[in-house]
């Protein structure tokens, strides 16, 4: 988690309240139209209600990208050399977040009344964690009933009345927020050149002239080498 809030905070507050939404949504379609129990350990948890969440996660994700992907504060990398983190809204952002023009198919065109909408890469990005979290998340909480049934308990601690504890709140949490969106972001977005230069860019100037000053060394020590070399 603490990885994932260093390359922007986006990338820890979207999953963990797409499975917050996810959550609540399961349980208000469950309790309205739900009929068909997931499994026999929690017959409370439905099939109509998994389904529910399921979309009111991808359609937040989408809103959620499409809206805070505009805001540096949420997109830019946290500045993890400072005592307290700060986030540094002058940095430089990857392309991911950049707007363009995408023309809509002509269905949408008649339901819009516009050719086309500003869209970036991130709008995508929102749409697959949103999935990710509306087929996966549940699982957290499957286990987590798993294991209290097992242990004969109701819910894991009483901290907050007629919710249970800490991890009764966060059991969907750790999967996403945590495996999902390292793996995720390591694999689709990390790019170890541009991580480098971007993490360099957004250092104090302070910092950014000692480097200059090590690489102007560096390079001028190499090349008086490779002089005598020759």
């Not at 309240?17 to 469950?30: E, K, M, Q, R, S």
């Not at 439905?46 to 979309?55: C, L």
């Not at 809103?63 to 700060?86: D, R, S, T, W």
């Not at 952002?93 to 819009?112: A, E, K, R």
Request: proline share 4%; with cysteine.
């Amino acid at each position: 988690m603490v990885h994932n809030v260093f390359q922007g905070i986006i990338w820890f507050v979207m999953p963990a309240t797409l499975v917050t939404i996810n959550d609540i949504c399961a349980y208000f379609v469950g309790r309205c139209v739900g009929r068909t129990a997931v499994y026999q350990l929690s017959p409370k948890k439905t099939v109509e209600g998994f389904v529910g969440g399921a979309i009111a996660s991808v359609v937040s994700g989408v809103v959620m990208a499409y809206i805070v992907g505009k805001y540096p504060y949420f997109i830019c990398p946290v500045n993890e050399n400072q005592l307290v983190l700060e986030v540094n809204t002058s940095c430089q952002l990857s392309n991911i977040y950049d707007y363009n023009n995408v023309i809509l198919p002509p269905f949408l065109q008649t339901l819009s009344g516009s050719q086309s909408i500003q869209l970036s890469v991130f709008v995508l990005h929102g749409f697959i964690i949103g999935l990710v979290c509306g087929i996966f998340a549940p699982l957290g909480g499957f286990f987590a009933s798993a294991l209290k049934r097992a242990l004969r308990t109701k819910d894991f601690a009483e901290i907050l009345p007629g919710h249970g504890g800490f991890l009764d709140r966060c059991d969907c949490m750790f999967l996403i927020c945590g495996v999902f969106m390292y793996v995720y972001y390591s694999t689709f977005l990390s790019n170890g050149n541009d991580e480098l230069r971007r993490q360099l860019f957004n250092q104090p100037m302070e910092t950014k002239l000692s480097i200059f000053n090590e690489l102007k060394q560096h390079i001028s020590d190499a090349a008086i080498i490779m002089h005598k070399n020759i």
